[in-house]
Structures are given as C-alpha cells and as structure tokens.
C-alpha cells in the first residue's frame, strides 16, 4: 500500500500563540510528508503488511537492508498522526468523565500528571517521544521509535520533542514548549481513544 499524508483538522495557525503557523507548516507539510515519502521509497517492491500498526509491530519481518528505514519513517508517519489528532484549537484544560477520574486516582490529581509527564518530556535526551499509555504509565522513547514497535498497547497521547517542533518557537528552552503545549492538548479525542 501507499501511505499518504493526512489533512490535519485545523488551519496551520489555529493552535497560535502556542505553537506557530511557521512551526505546524514546516512540520506537517516538510517533516511529515518526507516520512511519509521516505517510507513508500522504503516499502517499494516488499511484501508488507496492509496497515501501519501491523508494519510496525512485526519490523523483525522487514529485510535488513531496508528495516531502519521502515523504523525510522514509519514510526515517523505513525507519531505525527496520533500528535496531530490530539491538539486543538480548542484544547487546553484537564480531561473530564472516566479518564480524567483515573489519572487523578493514579496521580494523585492532574496537575501531579501533567508535572511528571512534563518532567519526562523535559529529560528526553536529543530527539523522542513522551507517551501516556492506556494504563495511564508515560514512557519516552527515541527518534521516532514508539510503544507498538515494543509490542505495546497503541498510545493515547504522545509529544513530539524533537528540535524540529519547538525550535522557531522557543529555540533552546525546551521546557517553554511543553508548558505552552498542554494549551492545546485535545481531552475530547484521548477520552474517546481511551474507550
Ligand atoms: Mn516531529
């Protein structure tokens, strides 16, 4: 199959002044769309699976002349889809119903979550991921590397830490951006991943 870049639900500078129209365009339009090409490129000629989730859950299957490529782009396309389908516009604020209720049981209260998934995000060293898992555990991982690919469950909610989206922004001040990003964190779309 051929993989293609997905539209994004809002306009390139809805989510300003948290994340700029300059940053989401050259993400979604330059970085994104390169994974995607990338992994086509990559894929051409191979027997692979029909869907991302299966492809990246059996890269032991992928010939090795082509398995980092796979990894790294597929993983690409993989992350930057599930990160732009949890932000919003009209983000922000704290997850209510179920899920809310049960990160507060397991955190203590929200805020105590969104202190601990901040100081993951913060610690990831060069370019990764921070995910929540739909056990509610956060774990991080490099690259564009992610849970499935460890044979775990599909993430709920995952920030992109890599330079390439904060940088125009907040340059080197890392935490900025993640403080800044929990503005337009979408609860509405985890809470119905999480059901
Ligand atoms: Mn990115």
């Known amino acids: 199959m051929t993989y293609t870049l997905p539209t994004l639900g809002y306009e390139y500078d809805a989510l300003a002044p948290h994340i700029s129209a300059d940053i989401m365009k050259i993400h979604h339009a330059k970085h994104h769309q390169t994974y995607v090409d990338k992994l086509n490129t ?46 919003s516009p009209q983000g ?52 564009q590397d992610n849970p499935i690919m460890e044979g775990g469950e599909a993430p709920l909610l995952g920030l992109d830490v890599w330079e390439h989206a904060y940088y125009l922004d907040y340059q080197n001040v890392r935490p900025d951006y993640i403080k800044a990003w929990w503005n337009v964190v979408d609860w509405r779309a985890i809470e119905n991943r999480s059901k």
């Open 42 to 87: 990559a894929l051409e000629g191979l027997d692979a699976p029909d869907s991302l989730d299966s492809l990246l859950r059996s890269l032991g299957s992928v010939p090795h002349a082509q398995r980092e490529e796979v990894r790294n782009n597929g993983g690409g396309h993989y992350n930057h889809s599930l990160f732009w389908q949890s932000m």
């Open 92 to 143: 922000g604020g704290a997850p209510s119903g179920e899920l809310g209720a049960k990160i507060e049981q397991k955190y203590g209260s929200f805020q105590q979550f969104v202190d601990d998934f901040s100081e993951h995000a913060t610690k990831v060293f060069g370019s990764g991921w921070v995910w929540l898992q739909p056990d509610l555990s956060i774990m991080t991982t490099a690259n």
